[in-house]
């Protein structure tokens, strides 16, 4: 997820604590649902990313179910290659039912809020759907309901906002 420094250094823990535009491995936790443990208990990372900023916890362990290959998809955005801070991430965890329609799906994104958020208006226009350029548009549409990017010297607020849906299709198209 990260360029060959972050993956040689880095701790899952540091990353759920990282503001945007970094923590790019906690967004595809939040799309692989996992649960963060700490002393206080376990808790799903929903709830500790929306308390993390008061939070003295010391996380103790994260897990989450291993997905099938297929299920799951990633996509950091950045200027400079392997190692570039993230113009935004995108992990989708995704089930289909055997004729190819999508059953279930998380779309967790970074850097389009000051932590990884869901974009749960696109998960719900996905379902039902199959992965063609026309049967995701709506959810393409939807997946800026919710968003405030953040704005630093990689890029602007606008610009993530622009640039979300051109990643999204090309994430979901494969």
């Known amino acids: 997820v990260g360029g060959p420094a972050i993956r ?11 503001p945007a535009p970094y923590g790019d491995f906690t967004v595809a936790l939040l799309a692989l649902d996992a649960s963060v443990a700490a002393e206080a208990g376990e808790m799903p990372i929903e709830t500790f990313l929306a308390g993390r900023d ?3 916890a010391v996380v103790t362990a994260v897990s989450f179910s291993l997905p099938k290959a297929e299920s799951f998809r990633f996509l950091k955005v950045s200027r400079v290659k392997p ?7 995108i992990a989708a965890h995704l089930q289909f039912a055997t004729d190819g329609t999508v059953t279930s ?5 970074g850097c389009m ?3 990884p958020i869901r974009a749960k208006a696109a998960e719900e226009a996905l379902l039902g759907c199959k992965l063609t350029s026309e049967e995701i548009a709506p959810a393409l549409a939807a997946a800026a309901e ?11 607020a606008w610009y993530r906002a622009e640039v979300l849906p051109v990643h999204l299709g090309r994430l979901l198209l494969g």
């Not at 799906?105 to 994104?109: E, H, Q, T």
């Not at 919710?146 to 602007?156: E, L, M, R, V």
């Open 8 to 18: 040689n250094m880095a701790t899952v823990g540091g990353n759920l604590f990282a």
């Open 54 to 56: 008061t939070s003295r």
């Open 83 to 89: 190692k570039g801070v993230s113009v935004l991430s």
């Open 105 to 109: 799906a998380r779309i967790a994104l």
């Open 113 to 115: 809020a000051d932590r």
């Open 146 to 156: 919710g968003i405030s990017p953040i704005t630093d010297p990689i890029a602007s």
